[in-house]
């Protein structure tokens, strides 16, 4: 069983950055792919983007594409998504994603995630 704790969400003004981390533990981290999701109060749970096993395939929605990034550290097992020029639509809770399968998988949605962290609430401000 894999527990996900994630942290470094906060305000922020429109333009500004964030980075959330997600710490993993019960499993073995390096194994796993790891994602990022994100739900808005009234609308479903979207995909923000997620990372192969090795780091080295990464995949984002199109709404963050260019602003986004996911990395990670499996020495550390933690995950990290580095948010900048923020915009009041990326107000969220973000929520951290492990699973098995291969980092596309996520892509498709939430529903088959294996595992998620409690989530972190983003809020930008205009």
């Known amino acids: 069983q894999v527990q996900l704790v994630e942290s470094g969400g906060g305000l922020v003004q429109a333009g500004g950055s964030l980075r959330l981390s997600c710490a993993a533990s019960?499993?073995?981290?390096?194994?796993?792919?790891m994602g990022w999701f994100r739900q808005a109060p009234g609308k479903v749970r979207e995909f923000v983007g997620t990372?192969?096993?090795?780091?080295?395939?990464?995949y984002y929605a199109d709404s963050v594409k260019g602003r986004f990034t996911i990395s990670r550290d499996n020495a550390e097992n933690t995950a990290y998504l580095q948010m900048n020029s923020l915009k009041p639509e990326d107000t969220a809770v973000y929520y951290c994603?492990?699973?098995?399968?291969?980092?596309?998988?996520?892509?498709?949605?939430?529903?088959?995630?294996?595992?998620w962290g409690q989530g972190t609430q983003v809020t930008v401000s205009s």
């Open positions: 994603a492990a699973d098995p399968r291969s980092p596309g998988a996520m892509r498709m949605g939430a529903a088959r995630v294996a595992y």
């Open positions: 990372i192969s096993a090795s780091g080295g395939v990464t």
């Open positions: 019960g499993g073995t981290f390096s194994t796993y792919s």
